[in-house]
């Protein structure tokens, strides 16, 4: 009830200024909203439908009302089991997991969607890292893997803006710091980490753990060759938006796999409670 009673006083304290200011501007907000005038994409976002659009020219068969309906009924299908898994099994640690399947099934498959919504994505994810032991699965392997690729996916959109050299300066220290992590902890983590009667030990490298480190070698070369090819290899005239859409069916294939691995951990993980972090 206190969740509900916040969100609709949040809701009614930001609409109380459109509100005041009369029906036009909140119909434009609205517009603004549910932009259904602007089509089912504007640029190459990583998204389901941008990609399926290369092979099925979606835009040209049908109209906006029809492709509004099926968007609809594919974000309400995709984020249906996750809300209805908090629902009858609500804890923080599945409320933030929720949160993160729901964005992400906004994502791929909403109306609409900017390059920059995955950043919406990604502020829950992050913080999912809160439920899980300092050396899990989560924290050393999907949640760096899934904050690069969303930085890639907005790579064409970085490069438009002038901010492509401050984005790979990032990336760049970003794997390096996760590369020598352990040479930035205090010893006593070091020796927590490798204390076989610890509580809540190193997962052990099992043979599914080495095949998705590889896995994401193998996803952060593509990226790197990617990013080249973008920089340095001009497209063929008769396909200008080449990379754009390489990039973004790229990005678009690991976020639905991401999204699978993501629903999975929210309906397998054990109920843990905020503050439970062990280093």
């Known amino acids: ?147 690069l690729i969303s930085t890639f996916s907005m790579l064409p959109l970085l490069y438009k803006d002038g901010l492509l050299l401050p984005s790979l300066s990032l990336c760049v220290l970003s794997l390096v710091l996760e590369a020598n992590v352990d040479a930035f902890l205090p010893k006593i983590a070091v020796k927590t980490k490798t204390r076989v009667s610890s509580p809540l030990p190193m997962e052990p490298e099992s043979l599914s753990l080495k095949l998705m480190g590889w896995m994401r070698v193998i996803s952060t070369a593509g990226c790197a060759v990617l990013t080249g090819l973008f920089l340095f290899y001009p497209p063929p005239d008769r396909l200008p938006y080449l990379w754009p859409a390489v990039i973004s069916l790229y990005s678009a294939t690991h976020f639905l796999a991401f999204f699978i691995a993501f629903n999975y951990l929210q309906f397998t993980h054990r109920h843990i409670s905020f503050g439970k972090k062990t280093n």
């Open 1 to 147: 009830a206190t969740i509900g009673v916040t969100v609709i006083f949040s809701f009614c304290l930001v609409w109380m200024p459109l509100i005041l200011e009369g029906l036009p501007t909140c119909i434009q907000t609205l517009h603004r909203i549910f932009p259904f005038n602007r089509g089912l994409f504007e640029d190459k976002v990583a998204n389901f439908w941008c990609s399926v659009d290369i092979i099925l020219k979606l835009k040209q068969r049908l109209d906006v009302a029809q492709l509004g309906l099926i968007c609809l009924a594919t974000t309400l299908v995709s984020c249906l089991p996750a809300n209805l898994h908090l629902l009858f099994s609500p804890s923080p640690s599945t409320f933030l997991l929720a949160l993160t399947n729901t964005s992400l099934a906004f994502f791929l498959f909403s109306f609409h969607v900017h390059e920059k919504s995955i950043l919406l994505v990604t502020i829950p994810a992050i913080m999912v890292s809160s439920i899980y032991p300092t050396y899990s699965t989560y924290d050393r392997l999907l949640l760096p893997w899934f904050l």
